[in-house]
C-alpha cells in the first residue's frame, strides 16, 4: 500500500497525472474549499497545488472549459540613475550587473525622530533614509554623506563628522 502511495505523490509533484485518473481534484473540484474534502493525502496536496497554479480556477465553475495564459512576470524597470539605485539591493544587483556607487553625497530636506529615537531623513534627491540613533546637530540643508559598508550596511556621516548606521526606506 506504501508504494502505490509513494509513486500517487511523485506523480503528483512531477505535475502529472496516474493514467487510471484518480486525481479526482481537477475532474469536481470548483474551489479551493473543495480540496479539504479529499481524504487521500496525495489527493489533496494536488488539488491544492492545482489552485496555486492556475489561481483563476478557484473562482471559476469546474464546467468552464476556458484555460488562461500564465501571468507574466513583472520586470522591473532600471533605475534613471545610480543615484536612484544606491541602497535597495534589487536595483544594484540587476540581471545585467551595473556597477554600484561607493558612496552619495547629498543634502537634507526633512527629518523627523520617531518614538524609539531613530531619526528618518528626506534627502534633496527624494530618497528616506533612518538612521540608528538621532543627531540634533543635523539640520535642513546639511549636506551627508552615505558610504557603502561591510554585509550591504551604510553608514551615514554628518557634517559634525558623527557617523550613524542607515538603512534605505525608499
Known sequence: MRPRLAICLALVLAGTEPANGTRADEAAASSVESCTTIESPAERLGCYDHFLRHPAAASKPASS???????????????????????????????????????????????????SGHQTLTLDNGQSWRLYG????????????????????????????RTYRATRLH
Open 134 to 161: 538621532a543627531d540634533e546637530l543635523l539640520a535642513r540643508g546639511n549636506s551627508i554623506t552615505i558610504n557603502r559598508a561591510v554585509f550591504g550596511s551604510f553608514i551615514l556621516k554628518t557634517p559634525s563628522g
Open 65 to 115: 472549459t476556458q484555460t488562461t495564459a500564465p501571468a507574466a512576470t513583472a520586470v522591473a524597470t532600471p533605475p534613471a540613475s545610480p543615484e536612484d539605485a544606491f541602497g535597495f539591493y534589487a536595483a544594484e544587483h540587476p540581471a545585467i550587473q551595473t556597477t554600484p556607487l561607493k558612496s552619495l553625497t547629498a543634502k537634507v530636506a526633512d527629518f523627523v525622530i520617531d518614538s
